[in-house]
């Protein structure tokens, strides 16, 4: 299994970016995806969820209402399409995967098995 994570970049305060991951290696359906984030001397952070083969999403408290995860129609590729950018945002933000598992153990990271390289975002103030 392999993630390619991209679309991160430097942004002023307020602005958008939308990040992708790209999946591959073997047949998804009914493995859920995530998001996660890790600023320099934080632990890493659930960012949003989304059922690979439901939709179901589910966000963390800190970009409810700002951030949306979602996938394209082939289920092979999921977007973060992050608006409203903080400073706080800053982070390396990771994709990472796993077969399908209780809706409460999305927001854990000992819940995924394969991850992605990462990506910067950098939000400037």
């Known amino acids: 299994v392999q993630l390619q994570a991209s679309g991160g970049g430097l942004v002023q305060a307020g602005g958008s970016l939308r990040l992708s991951c790209a999946a591959s290696?073997?047949?998804?359906?009914?493995?859920?995806m995530g998001w996660f984030r890790q600023a320099p001397g934080k632990e890493r952070e659930f960012v949003a969820a989304?059922?690979?083969?439901?939709?179901?999403?589910v966000y963390g408290d800190s970009v409810k209402g700002r951030f949306t995860i979602f996938r394209e129609n082939a289920k092979t590729t999921i977007f973060l399409q992050m608006n409203s950018l903080k400073p706080d945002d800053t982070a390396v933000y990771y994709c990472?995967?796993?077969?399908?598992?209780?809706?409460?153990?999305?927001?854990?990271?000992?819940?995924?098995?394969?991850w992605g390289q990462g990506t910067q975002v950098t939000v400037s103030s």
């Open positions: 290696g073997r047949t998804f359906r009914d493995w859920d």
């Open positions: 989304i059922r690979w083969s439901g939709g179901t999403t």
């Open positions: 990472a995967t796993t077969p399908r598992t209780a809706l409460s153990s999305l927001t854990v990271v000992s819940s995924y098995d394969y």
